[in-house]
């Protein structure tokens, strides 16, 4: 994008950019003068830094969206999976499966309900999933197919979250069981492990 502006030949103009973060910012000015038959230009060219950092070491070049969220979550390992719920939006609940595939399903489960299913036994040190978790698992099939059984109980994730600032493709970056960083394509809605820790 280029636009022509007429400027005095003194004095100097102020440009004003959009606070936002940005990815691979960059904007030049060019200046041209004449007179009769001699002309003369120079140029400046000016790179944008990203304002913010990411809450972990090794992080991707793209810039981060300000500023760090730290949501209240819980989650639980599965077989095949983790199940990880944020407090904030208890409505719904991330289902991250092993074949890094990601979806949302409905939280349908809510206090008086029943937390569990007797007539489900889980073979020797597995678990069957309570409470939302636990209804979620049962009320899909092919959830519960792939994840397996859980391997531990809940428990309470004291997480933190950031997303780039790409504006198609956005990824966003949330702690998982372990201290692992789970990278989640929103686009693609897929999932993998942060390796450049």
Not at 68 to 83: C, D, K, L, S, W
Request: net charge negative; with cysteine; glycine share 6%.
């Amino acid at each position: 994008l280029s636009i022509p502006i007429s400027v005095p030949l003194r004095g100097g103009l102020v440009f004003t950019t959009s606070p936002d973060p940005r990815d691979d910012f960059n904007l030049a000015f060019y200046l041209f003068a004449s007179s009769g038959v001699v002309a003369s230009q120079a140029e400046v060219a000016i790179e944008f830094v990203c304002p913010n950092g990411w809450f972990f070491p090794n992080p991707p070049e793209a810039c981060p969206l300000p500023p760090t969220q730290y949501p209240n979550m819980i989650a639980q390992r599965f077989e095949h999976g983790v199940m990880v719920q944020d407090e904030a939006y208890e409505s719904r609940i991330l289902v991250l499966r092993q074949s890094g595939e990601v979806s949302y399903i409905d939280n349908t489960w809510s206090p008086g309900l029943p937390e569990s299913d007797p007539n489900i036994i889980p073979p020797p040190a597995y678990y069957q999933p309570t409470l939302s978790f636990g209804t979620a698992w049962r009320e899909h099939p092919a959830i519960r197919e792939q994840l397996g059984w859980a391997i531990d109980e809940e428990f309470a994730l004291d997480g933190m979250l950031q997303c780039d600032t790409h504006p198609e493709y956005t990824k966003c970056y949330m702690t998982g069981p372990d201290n692992q960083i789970y990278v989640l394509d929103m686009f693609g809605l897929t999932w993998f492990v942060w390796t450049d820790q």
